[in-house]
């Protein structure tokens, strides 16, 4: 988080590249526009980053797959649990040295 003081204006931004990177989403095209569950997972090194959307209003930062055994999601997403673990699983194997 970043906080500007009047006057202040952001001019240049650093972000690393990733060694690999991907994101996946689970849609159903015929009733939405918009994706039920996506994970998206990128590669730094020796570790990787994982975020979901759709699970919740903000975006869920993952430590790793094993993460989504201790969420919560909101009770009437609970179902989405499922796809997101086959889309982490799918998302590490392609972004896997």
Known sequence: MTTLEPG????ELEV?????STY???M???R???ALVGVAAARFGAGTRL???GMAPIPW????EEALDA???LPQNAYKLEIARALVRRALVEVAP
Request: charged letters at 30%; zero cysteines.
């Open 8 to 11: 202040e204006l952001i001019l």
């Open 16 to 20: 690393p590249a990733p060694e690999a």
């Open 24 to 26: 996946l989403k689970a």
């Open 28 to 30: 159903d095209r015929r």
């Open 32 to 34: 939405f526009s918009f």
């Open 51 to 53: 975020a979901l959307s």
């Open 61 to 64: 930062l993952l430590d790793d």
């Open 71 to 73: 969420a919560t999601p």
